[in-house]
């Protein structure tokens, strides 16, 4: 397992580097995870290696909240300000990735199914 969180680091480690000299206007994990689902795609040795620590990840997922959390009631003022803003925001987004992911996923089982 330590070697798949070795790999997890050093993939969001490249996505950093990548956005970093490129200026790419990307988020460096998100670039990262990019980089890891081209490398999964390309090596299926590889899930082997990550699966296990993905796994934990997920299962502690909810740790990972904690300092967003923080950060919330921290600059609360802040957030306050501008609330009606965010709250559009959250709803504006939400509704529109719902039906956007809906259809990915149909998308993607017929896929599969076939």
């Known amino acids: 397992m330590l070697d798949g969180l070795l790999v997890l680091l050093l993939f969001q480690l490249l996505g950093e580097l990548l956005v970093h000299y490129t200026g790419l206007p990307l988020p460096g994990p998100v670039a990262g995870m ?3 689902l081209c490398a999964l795609l390309f090596r299926q040795a590889w ?3 990550v699966a296990p620590a993905a796994e934990m990840l997920l299962r502690h ?3 990972l909240f904690f300092p967003v959390a923080v950060g919330v009631v921290m600059q609360w003022p802040r957030y306050a300000e501008h609330g009606l ?3 559009a925001a959250v709803v504006g987004g939400t509704l529109i990735a719902l039906p956007l992911v809906a259809l990915l996923m149909q998308k993607l089982v017929g896929r599969t199914q076939r």
């Open 34 to 36: 990019i980089l890891l």
């Open 47 to 49: 899930l082997e290696r």
């Open 61 to 63: 997922l909810t740790l």
């Open 85 to 87: 803003a965010l709250a």
